[in-house]
């Protein structure tokens, strides 16, 4: 078995936080943030440890209200969040064609399928021109792919239904932007 899939399976087995079911107060900001290349921050300071990174962004949620929340039962904090509060690190690519699925694992060790649950969503920065493709890993949170999953990416694009370029995975074509 390929060691995405198996990431996956583990993950579906353990389950995700119920955070979207939680209702706690509000308890103001605290000093987190998520920079723009993922790194996690506390009142300015990195946070060096990569299991409390990884516990905390497990309860991570995006709200209707477009702001990120650090949510337990008990309470809810701000997180500011540069871009994404996840970046996809690693990309697996099984079958070809209308066939194709594309596992992602981002920097917090979270594997999904992009598929019609898990989409990809494309930018292009109105000031620089960038391509910046995201996938959504739960709820409203997405990851930005690594430069290096760009071109791996770009590499994989295909004709669509209608002529036009852009990605098969998990039964869904997902348009690149033109």
Not at 20 to 46: R, T
Not at 47 to 54: L, T
Request: net charge negative; charged share 30%.
């Amino acid at each position: 078995m390929d060691r995405l899939e198996e990431l996956l399976r583990e993950a579906d087995a353990r389950g995700a936080a119920p955070v979207e079911a939680w209702d706690p107060p509000y308890c103001g900001d605290i000093g987190l943030a998520i920079a723009g290349d993922g790194q996690w921050l506390y009142q300015g300071s990195a946070i060096p440890r990569r299991e409390i990174v990884k516990l905390f962004a497990r309860v991570l949620r995006r709200d209707a209200d477009g702001r990120t929340y650090l949510v337990t039962p008990a309470e809810k904090v701000d997180v500011a969040v540069a871009d994404a509060p996840f970046i996809a690190v690693e990309m697996q690519v099984q079958g070809r064609g209308t066939e194709q699925a594309l596992l992602f694992r981002t920097n917090v060790d979270d594997v999904v399928r992009c598929d019609a649950d898990h989409p990809l969503r494309f930018t292009i920065g109105a000031a620089d021109g960038a391509f910046k493709p995201y996938v959504r890993i739960r709820g409203r949170l997405e990851a930005l792919l690594s430069r290096a999953l760009v071109y791996d990416l770009v590499e994989l694009a295909d004709e669509g239904p209608d002529g036009r370029p852009g990605l098969w995975s998990g039964g869904a074509f997902f348009e690149l932007p033109s």
